[in-house]
């Protein structure tokens, strides 16, 4: 998020990105840090089911991976990556949002006048 934000201010050559375009890039953030957590999601929901489909129980993490993939295949580990991504993005877009506008009309307010 941080270096997204960074990086864009400088393609545009301004000192930071406007609360909008932080809001696009905790978005999109939020987008990347869902599907490449996906699989350990889905490896964490069966865990707490605890059996597989069979009724058979699992025996940890590892197992569960394992068996997953053996049974379902590796893209098993991706089940619901588009609803994810989508409710993550969107929840980034609106916290990142704010907490920029937060912070631009914070930053103005404590530091009107102020010469550092």
């Not at 934000?5 to 987008?31: D, E, R, T």
């Not at 990347?32 to 996906?38: Q, V």
């Not at 069979?54 to 893209?75: I, L, N, Q």
Request: hydrophobic share 45%.
């Amino acid at each position: 998020y941080e270096k997204m934000k960074s990086s864009w201010a400088v393609y545009q050559n301004i000192p930071q990105v406007n609360p909008v375009q932080a809001a696009l890039c905790g978005s999109i953030s939020g987008a990347i840090a869902a599907a490449a957590t996906t699989p350990l999601d889905v490896i964490k929901t069966r865990i707490m089911i605890g059996v597989d489909g069979h009724g058979v129980p699992y025996s940890g993490a590892m197992d569960v991976a394992r068996r997953t993939v053996a049974e379902e295949g590796s893209m098993a580990l991706f089940k619901g990556v588009g609803p994810r991504v989508l409710w993550i993005s969107l929840g980034g877009f609106v916290f990142f949002g704010a907490y920029e506008e937060c912070r631009a009309v914070t930053m103005k307010t404590t530091f009107s006048g102020c010469e550092y």
